[in-house]
C-alpha cells in the first residue's frame, strides 16, 4: 500500500506540474490533456500496467477534486503495450499513439532501457516531454543534454545511485581491484538486459570515479562453484567478489 501511495502522489504531482506548464505556454486552449502510457502489460514486469494504472487513475480523481484550476480539463489517457522491447515501444509511440494535428502533451514511459531509448530520442523532434521510472543506465545520464533532453527520470534510483554506493564501500575499505561476476539475462523476466546493463554501469562509473581501481568481469557460463574456484580462488581471496544474476 505504501509503494501504491507513494506512486500515486508522484503521478499526481507529475500531473499537476504538466498542468500549471500546459496553462502558462498555452492556456489549455482544448480543455483537453493527452497522456500516452507506454508500458509493458506483463504483470511480471517492473511497473507493468496493472502496477501503474491503478496510480494514474487515482491521481487524476485526486487532481480534478482538489485543484479547481483544473476541473474542467479532461485528462485523456492512451495505454499502450511496450512488452519492454524497443520494436513495440517505437510502434507504440510513432504508430499508435502520435497524432500530427493532436499529438499527446507527454509520454508517461517506456520504463525499460532498451525500449526507452529510441522513444526518448524520437520525441526531441515532437518537442514533448517524456516522464520515466526507468533510464537506469549511465547512458541517460552521460547523453542527458544531447540525446535525452525532454527525459526526466522520476524512479526511486537508478544504475548511477548503485556505482556512487559501491564506490564509496571500495574506497572506505581501501580495496584496489575487484571482480564482477555476472549473468548477462539476469533479472531479464523484470527488464532485459538488467544485469549487463548494471555491470556496464559499474565499469564506466569506476574508470571515471577510481581509475586506480582494477577490475575484471565474468559472465556466470557455468555454475558458480566452478567460476569462484577457477577465477578467483585463494589468489584473490583478499579482493572485493560482486555478484549480479
Same mark, same amino acid.
Given at each position: @500500500? ?6 500515486? @502522489?508522484? %503521478? ?9 506548464? =500546459? ?9 483537453? %490533456?493527452?497522456?500516452?502510457?507506454? =508500458? ?20 487524476? #480523481? ?21 512488452? &519492454?522491447?524497443?520494436? #513495440?515501444? @517505437? ?20 520504463? &525499460? ?23 537506469? /543506465? ?15 527520470? !522520476?524512479?526511486? @534510483? ?5 556505482? #556512487? ?14 571482480? !564482477? ?31 586506480? %581501481? ?10 558458480? /562453484? ?11 581471496? !583478499?579482493?572485493? !567478489?560482486?555478484?549480479? /544474476?
Amino acid at each position: @500500500m505504501d509503494a501504491f501511495l507513494n506512486l500515486k @502522489m508522484g %503521478v499526481q504531482l507529475l500531473m499537476t506540474s504538466l498542468i500549471l506548464l =500546459l496553462g502558462t505556454i498555452t492556456c489549455i486552449l482544448s480543455k483537453e %490533456v493527452k497522456i500516452a502510457v507506454l =508500458l509493458p502489460f506483463n504483470e511480471a514486469r517492473m511497473f507493468s500496467l496493472q502496477k501503474v494504472r491503478p496510480a494514474i487513475e487515482y491521481a487524476i #480523481d485526486d487532481v480534478h477534486n482538489e485543484t479547481d484550476y483544473v476541473k474542467d480539463i479532461e485528462f485523456k489517457v492512451t495505454y499502450k503495450d511496450t512488452n &519492454c522491447k524497443a520494436p #513495440d515501444g @517505437m510502434k507504440a509511440a510513432v504508430m499508435d499513439v502520435y497524432d500530427y494535428d493532436r499529438p499527446p502533451n507527454v509520454f508517461f514511459g517506456p520504463v &525499460c532501457d532498451y525500449t526507452l531509448a529510441p522513444v526518448a530520442r524520437q520525441v526531441l523532434f515532437w518537442n514533448i516531454p517524456l516522464i520515466s521510472v526507468g533510464a537506469f /543506465s549511465r547512458d541517460f545520464t552521460d547523453y542527458h543534454s544531447t540525446e535525452y533532453r525532454l527525459l526526466t527520470r !522520476v524512479g526511486p @534510483m537508478t544504475f548511477d545511485s548503485m556505482c #556512487d554506493t559501491y564506490l564509496k564501500i571500495i574506497k572506505f575499505h581501501n580495496w584496489n581491484k575487484f571482480i !564482477v561476476i555476472y549473468d548477462k539475462e539476469g533479472q531479464n523476466d523484470k527488464m532485459d538486459g538488467f544485469c549487463h546493463l548494471a555491470t556496464s554501469s559499474l565499469h564506466f562509473a569506476t574508470t571515471d570515479q577510481a581509475p586506480n %581501481v582494477s577490475q575484471d568481469y565474468f559472465k556466470i557460463l557455468g555454475d558458480y /562453484s566452478d567460476i569462484l574456484r577457477k577465477e578467483v580462488g585463494l589468489n584473490y581471496a !583478499v579482493i572485493d !567478489v560482486f555478484i549480479l /544474476s
